[in-house]
């Protein structure tokens, strides 16, 4: 158990039969109560498809079901069950050579991050930039492992924006996401890139619609949307 | 097998609506919107709706003869893969056996398409019997753009990406041909109450 950030934890979990997964996938989580009554949730998989233990990144919705019991009650040892992985549209195959564009606001980074540690596992050089959206600094999950993974220059970059609160000397955007932010980081193109969109519903309808204005080609444009009713 | 997750008691549901949920589902008071890419443009005076496929001749309208046809307001529950459900969702649109009648054709299959490329199949018969709407109106609004607008599909026994947003056609078919999400992991059919999620389900 990894606590990202006051909201948001990783459950690292060993999972003896694990058929593999793609980055971008997720898992359904099912949770059962005493005396049988059920509840199951989508998360979607933080760990590389190489990584020996499986890990999804949950955010506690203050009046969500199964999210305050991952992130509150569950201790080490406990066991979970949980069935995947499942999709196979948003998802990276490293045999895609196009530049990759990934956008994410808050916990829609999860699939993002899998992409790119999935990238660092098997060095690929695709030139990869992302763009996260959080509301405050502290609300930036994998904030540490990204600031590493950018600073080993081999075609990652990482640009931050903070949408409600920036520290003191901030110098990433302290912005939502508009067209001239989009203009900064996007790939020229020419360059064809291919784009995950991952986040809420208006950052992921505004940021691909932007894209679309900006002359990208639709199905270049991957989005993967979740309301907070996510649960 | 499922097993006792420690500690967890979940949020209980009134018996009355248990009975309307299917297994795995969750109740919702907004309107979730899930989509694979970007929202389509699609202006009215572009806009075409069109049968198709294995039929003597392709029958289609433009918006303004579409909207000429006899409505229904339907109130549908609906379900969503994700597990969402929504009760009581209010539609106005023109029902498939209207699209459909008079229509001979040795079909059992259909694709429904869509501006954007979305595709999704069913049998026939799910689309036939007032099961199936192509609905252009939300709690008496225009359909938005997000939920599928200008026009959608409406096919609320099976879940919801059976139901196509941004509705070009329908397609009759002799055989089965999986759409988007079928060839993506999800199941062929999409029975919430047999829950028939994914593949093998």
Same mark, same amino acid.
């Given at each position: 158990?990894?606590?990202?950030?006051?909201?948001?934890?990783?459950?690292?979990?060993?999972?003896?039969?694990?058929?593999?997964?793609?980055?971008?996938?997720?898992?359904?989580?099912?949770?059962?109560?005493?005396?049988?009554?059920?509840?199951?949730?989508?998360?979607?998989?933080?760990?590389?498809?190489?990584?020996?233990?499986?890990?999804?990144?949950?955010?506690?919705?203050?009046?969500?079901?199964?999210?305050?019991?991952?992130?509150?009650?569950?201790?080490?040892?406990?066991?979970?069950?949980?069935?995947?992985?499942?999709?196979?549209?948003?998802?990276?195959?490293?045999?895609?050579?196009?530049?990759?564009?990934?956008?994410?606001?808050?916990?829609?980074?999860?699939?993002?991050?899998?992409?790119?540690?999935?990238?660092?596992?098997?060095?690929?050089?695709?030139?990869?930039?992302?763009?996260?959206?959080?509301?405050?600094?502290?609300?930036?999950?994998?904030?540490?492992?990204?600031?590493?993974?950018?600073?080993?220059?081999?075609?990652?970059?990482?640009?931050?924006?903070?949408?409600?609160?920036?520290?003191?000397?901030?110098?990433?955007?302290?912005?939502?996401?508009?067209?001239?932010?989009?203009?900064?980081?996007?790939?020229?193109?020419?360059?064809?890139?291919?784009?995950?969109?991952?986040?809420?519903?208006?950052?992921?309808?505004?940021?691909?619609?932007?894209?679309?204005?900006?002359?990208?080609?639709?199905?270049?444009?991957?989005?993967?949307?979740?309301?907070?009713?996510?649960? | 097998?499922?097993?006792?997750?420690?500690?967890?008691?979940?949020?209980?549901?009134?018996?009355?609506?248990?009975? +309307?949920?299917?297994?795995?589902?969750?109740?919702?008071?907004?309107?979730?919107?899930?989509?694979?890419?970007?929202?389509?443009?699609?202006?009215?005076?572009?806009?075409?709706?069109?049968?198709?496929?294995?039929?003597?001749?392709?029958?289609?309208?433009? &918006?303004?003869?579409? +909207?000429?046809?006899?409505?229904?307001?339907?109130?549908?529950?609906?379900?969503?893969?994700?597990?969402?459900?929504?009760?009581?969702?209010?539609?106005?649109?023109?029902?498939?056996?209207?699209?459909?009648?008079?229509?001979?054709?040795?079909?059992?299959?259909?694709?429904?398409?869509?501006?954007?490329?979305?595709?999704? @199949?069913?049998?026939?018969?799910?689309?036939?019997?007032?099961?199936?709407?192509?609905?252009?109106?939300?709690?008496?609004?225009?359909? !938005?753009?997000?939920?599928?607008?200008?026009?959608?599909?409406?096919?609320? !026994?099976?879940?919801?990406?059976?139901?196509?947003?941004?509705?070009?056609?329908?397609?009759?078919? @002799?055989?089965?041909?999986?759409?988007? &999400?079928?060839? @993506?992991?999800? !199941?062929?059919?999409?029975?919430? &109450?047999?829950?028939?999620?994914? &593949?093998?389900?």
């Amino acid at each position: 158990m990894v606590q990202e950030t006051p909201r948001v934890a990783s459950l690292v979990l060993e999972m003896p039969d694990w058929p593999g997964h793609l980055a971008g996938q997720h898992v359904d989580v099912r949770v059962t109560a005493e005396d049988g009554y059920q509840a199951e949730r989508s998360y979607s998989i933080a760990s590389s498809p190489e990584d020996s233990r499986l890990a999804i990144t949950v955010e506690r919705l203050d009046d969500g079901e199964v999210s305050p019991y991952l992130v509150g009650e569950l201790r080490i040892g406990d066991k979970v069950e949980l069935r995947g992985p499942i999709g196979g549209y948003f998802v990276w195959r490293p045999a895609d050579e196009r530049p990759l564009l990934l956008v994410g606001g808050g916990s829609g980074v999860v699939p993002l991050m899998a992409m790119i540690r999935h990238r660092v596992a098997i060095n690929s050089k695709t030139p990869t930039r992302l763009l996260y959206s959080s509301r405050s600094q502290d609300d930036i999950i994998y904030r540490a492992e990204l600031e590493r993974l950018a600073a080993r220059a081999d075609g990652l970059t990482v640009a931050h924006t903070l949408t409600r609160m920036q520290p003191a000397g901030w110098d990433g955007y302290a912005r939502r996401i508009d067209l001239a932010m989009l203009g900064e980081v996007a790939w020229p193109r020419h360059e064809m890139p291919l784009t995950f969109v991952c986040g809420p519903t208006p950052l992921v309808e505004s940021v691909a619609s932007l894209m679309v204005d900006m002359g990208y080609d639709p199905p270049s444009i991957k989005t993967e949307r979740f309301g907070p009713t996510g649960g | 097998m499922s097993f006792i997750s420690r500690g967890f008691r979940g949020k209980r549901r009134d018996t009355a609506s248990s009975s +309307r949920l299917p297994p795995g589902q969750y109740i919702v008071t907004d309107y979730p919107v899930l989509s694979a890419g970007p929202t389509p443009r699609i202006p009215l005076n572009e806009w075409t709706f069109v049968i198709e496929g294995e039929i003597d001749k392709p029958r289609s309208w433009n &918006w303004e003869e579409f +909207r000429k046809l006899p409505t229904e307001q339907v109130t549908k529950d609906i379900h969503c893969v994700t597990k969402w459900s929504k009760f009581d969702t209010g539609w106005t649109g023109v029902s498939m056996d209207k699209i459909l009648e008079g229509v001979e054709t040795a079909a059992e299959y259909t694709v429904q398409f869509s501006y954007g490329g979305y595709t999704t @199949n069913l049998p026939l018969e799910d689309l036939t019997g007032g099961k199936a709407w192509v609905v252009y109106e939300f709690d008496g609004q225009p359909l !938005h753009p997000e939920h599928g607008g200008p026009a959608r599909m409406l096919v609320p !026994h099976l879940y919801f990406w059976k139901s196509a947003k941004w509705i070009r056609g329908i397609r009759l078919v @002799n055989e089965d041909e999986p759409g988007f &999400w079928e060839t @993506n992991g999800y !199941h062929n059919y999409g029975d919430p &109450w047999r829950e028939q999620r994914y &593949w093998g389900d």
